[in-house]
């Protein structure tokens, strides 16, 4: 085992399709979760996370909303197409993914009942610049009309309550994939985290191009990240400094935080690659779901437990974990 990975069969494993929710689990707090104690595991639920957690601990989520940002449309000749959008520009136009890219040609408009939606410069990768023209309606309100949750391609079918890829906490809507580590909670596992004495704060992190990328390199270091806005409240910010310990619900998380310490930039653009060995700055334990092989997320939590995820990882396969988006938790210290 070298220093950190460095090839892709270094953050691999065997993800057999059955362990893959397909759908959320209801009640959302009901997701089992699994808690690393260094030397031994316990098998609990999210709803046990207020007892597991210590008076003084600051519990930070990722409050952004998902927008309905996966839009079937038609080209003018009558044939299919399909727009994801994963950012706003600061001109008003967005980056999104467009299928079939190649069919579609900069200044060629498609339409989804209401909405036209613009083609623009190629930006590579599948990554398109699009205008959006909602007509005499609110943009917002178009979207939720016409636009689908976008939920990640392993999931094979549209959920009934689009509700369910939100988090109870949502706010603004900025991010083209939920923070799911924040799907488990309810407003009883939050109320219970305040009467145990544990404190809570936000951050935003818009999730973009990376949820839906894997990595295409063997080399990691070849590896190239793409930037995703964040920003730490002031409020946050103080809320940190005066905790015992900082739990942080998920990788965007994680990603903001340790952003905002490493760059002493409070907001901005996050291309932060968090790979073994790194220097942790602000996060003491971490909630997270359980990841794709091959991917970004599965580098930080090697980088948070070192080696010892695959263990873990092991464990939950063997006990019927449910994997990826939908499924369960882990709950890890470093």
């Given amino acids: 085992m070298t220093d950190r990975p460095e090839t892709l069969a270094d953050i691999d494993y065997d993800l057999p399709a059955e362990r893959i929710a397909q759908e959320p689990i209801e009640p959302r707090d009901a997701a089992r979760l699994l808690v690393d104690r260094g030397d031994r595991v316990e098998h609990r639920h999210v709803r ?31 044939g299919a197409a399909e727009i994801l959008l994963l950012e706003e520009r600061d001109d008003g136009s967005w980056e999104a993914l467009a299928k079939p890219s190649k069919k579609l040609k900069p200044g060629d408009v498609i339409t989804a009942e209401g909405l036209a939606v613009e083609m623009g ?67 009883a596992v939050l109320e219970a985290l305040r009467a145990n004495g544990i404190t809570m704060a936000t951050v935003e992190l818009a999730v ?44 965007t998380v994680v990603r903001s935080l340790e952003s905002w310490k ?12 968090i790979r073994r060995p790194y220097a942790w700055k602000v996060v003491d334990v971490l909630l997270t779901n359980f990841h794709l092989p091959q991917s970004t997320l ?30 369960d938790a882990m709950l890890l210290e470093r």
């Fill in 48 to 78: 046990d996370l207020p007892d597991l957690l210590h008076p003084g601990d600051l519990v930070v989520v990722n409050d952004t909303k998902v927008l309905p940002a996966r839009i079937p449309a038609r080209r003018s000749t009558g």
């Fill in 121 to 187: 410069e190629d930006l590579g990768d599948g990554r398109r610049v699009v205008r959006l023209d909602p007509g005499d309606a609110d943009l917002h309100d178009r979207l939720a009309e016409v636009g689908l949750p976008p939920l990640p391609p392993y999931i094979q079918n549209q959920i009934d309550d689009p509700s369910r890829y939100q988090t109870v906490f949502a706010d603004r809507p900025l991010s083209a994939a939920a923070p799911t580590a924040g799907l488990h909670f309810t407003p």
């Fill in 208 to 251: 973009g191009l990376d949820t839906f990328r894997p990595v295409m390199v063997d080399r990691l270091d070849d590896h190239m990240m793409h930037s995703e806005w964040y920003r730490v409240p002031d409020e946050t910010v103080a809320a940190v400094e005066a905790a015992e310990r900082v739990v942080a619900i998920g990788t």
């Fill in 262 to 273: 490493a760059t002493g930039e409070q907001s901005g653009r996050s291309s932060l690659f």
């Fill in 298 to 327: 599965l580098c930080l939590v090697d980088g948070f437990v070192g080696p010892r995820w695959r263990a873990l990882y092991e464990t939950a396969i063997a006990e019927d974990y449910r994997f990826l988006s939908f499924g």
